[in-house]
Structure formats: C-alpha cells, structure tokens
C-alpha cells in the first residue's frame, strides 16, 4: 500500500497561485501514476491533473487545462500541483491519488487540503 499526504492549501485572492504537495510513503512511489482530484461542496469529484509514473506524460482537465501544472519528484517520492490564474470556480478540497501499475483506477488516496479562492 502507499499513504498519501496532502499540503500546501489555503486561502488565496483570485488571480492568485498557489502550489500543492502530495508526499508518499508506503511503496515504490515509481510503481504509481499520479493525479489531483478536487471537489466542490455540492459538487461531484472532479478529474484536475495526472502524471504517468516517469513524471513524461501528463493530462489536464478542460476547467484547469493552461492554469494547472502536474509534475512529480520520484526521489522524493513527491507530486506536486502548482496552480495559477486562480478563480473562486476552483474552491474545493483537493485530493491526491495514486494508481499502481497495470490498475485500473486510483487506488489509494490522501485526506485532502482545502483550497479556498476569495473574489
């Protein structure tokens, strides 16, 4: 298994950036894709960001595509989230996720960190 751990949220004005952090600990943190979710309060969890186990590969969600940047240090079994161009639209909790090698969904997931965009 591998343990996720969000930080880095907070408040921030909008037009603002922020960067979140996901530490993992458990297994070979290279074994798992990785990927941001966020949730809105009423809303579904929604698809952000996710990176392939190499870190080469990368994909966004519509909502986030040119203001949201994945990346990820495999030694220091880290992914990291770095928004910008924030809107109160990406107000939610924010979730790291992994997916081990060959699975078919994200597997294990972290507490969340609360990101908060005021207007």
């Known amino acids: 298994q591998v343990q996720l751990v969000e930080s880095g949220g907070g408040l921030v004005q909008a037009g603002g950036s922020l960067r979140l952090s996901c530490a993992a600990s458990?297994?070979?943190?290279?074994?798992?894709?990785m990927a941001w979710f966020r949730q809105g309060s009423g809303k579904e969890r929604e698809f952000v960001a996710g990176?392939?186990?190499?870190?080469?590969?990368?994909n966004y969600g519509d909502s986030v595509k040119g203001r949201f940047s994945i990346s990820r240090d495999n030694a220091k079994n880290t992914v990291y989230l770095q928004m910008s161009s924030l809107n109160p639209e990406d107000t939610a909790v924010y979730y790291c996720?992994?997916?081990?090698?060959?699975?078919?969904?994200?597997?294990?997931w972290g507490q969340g960190t609360q990101v908060t965009v005021s207007s």
């Open positions: 996720a992994a997916r081990r090698f060959l699975a078919s969904s994200y597997g294990y």
């Open positions: 458990g297994r070979t943190f290279s074994n798992y894709a």
């Open positions: 990176i392939s186990r190499s870190g080469d590969s990368t």
